[in-house]
């Protein structure tokens, strides 16, 4: 998918707060007489009560698992959805595709994940990383994708991720599973709570409810339903949560009955 590139943004860092215009810290900034109103960022208002449905420009919305918090908010024209994983006794975190918006991804990352590990972005396709850049200079942490995808992003990943990785933020960990056919270098993050309770499967654009992400022939698209198959369905239990790129969550419950129309629907 075509995207266009976003402006630059910055956060803030350690204990000083920066003027959004020049950057000079806040207590060098000029004195009013309160004839004109100050302006400030107002604090990004998360939803705890999850439903797994957002929209671009509502409120994120943010479930509580053991062992780690998932924030869900959706950006920009095609409804991407970015992901922020925060390990709950640690306050480590990774954020999934920093697809859009990078103002309103930054104040998430500057409000709500303390210590951010690591950027991952799930395939090649420009609505998945637009704000890439921006994030990845304001945040000055590693970056990470597939190396069949890697040359397509305009920042060049620190970490390239095959299947069968881990990625790993204080506590939690999440395994690497690769999806070939959307992209070459499809991804998918699976982490499973602590206890070895449900799993919670981010799966870019490879998984959606109703079928499997976009294909360019029919080659492609029976190798990524293989994947799928073989190495979601087969692996993980019908309570496993699937969060896709863009739109609502399923599971894979909701999902197994439809497997074999899908397949006869082809590509």
């Not at 992209?183 to 499967?201: I, Y």
């Amino acid at each position: 998918m075509d995207a266009q590139p976003s402006g630059r943004a910055m956060v803030s860092r350690g204990t000083d707060t920066f003027c959004a215009t020049d950057g000079r810290p806040a207590t060098h900034l000029p004195v009013f007489d309160g004839s004109l109103p100050i302006m400030t960022e107002q604090p990004m208002v998360i939803e705890d009560s999850y439903t797994g449905h957002v929209s671009p420009g509502s409120a994120p919305q943010r479930r509580t698992v053991p062992g780690a918090t998932i924030t869900k908010m959706s950006v920009g024209p095609m409804d991407n959805n970015v992901y922020l994983v925060v390990c709950s006794a640690t306050g480590k975190s990774v954020l999934i595709d920093a697809a859009n918006e990078a103002d309103r991804v930054n104040q998430l990352i500057g409000e709500h994940a303390p210590s951010l590990d690591l950027i991952v972005t799930t395939h090649q396709h420009g609505d998945h990383w637009l704000a890439l850049e921006d994030v990845a200079a304001a945040t000055r942490v590693d970056t990470a994708a597939h190396p069949l995808d890697a040359d397509a992003l305009p920042v060049r990943p620190d970490r390239l991720l095959d299947d069968g990785d881990t990625v790993t933020v204080g506590e939690v960990t999440l395994d690497v599973i690769h999806l070939a056919g959307h992209t070459p270098g499809s991804v998918a993050l699976a982490l499973t709570e602590a206890g070895g309770g449900r799993t919670h499967l981010f799966t870019g654009d490879s998984l959606f409810p109703g079928g499997v992400g976009k294909t360019a022939d029919a080659d492609k698209f029976a190798s990524l339903l293989t994947d799928v198959e073989t190495k979601l369905f087969d692996r993980y239990g019908d309570d496993t949560v699937v969060y896709p790129g863009h739109g609502d969550d399923t599971t894979l419950g909701a999902e197994r009955p439809h497997l074999g129309e899908w397949r006869e629907r082809g590509w």
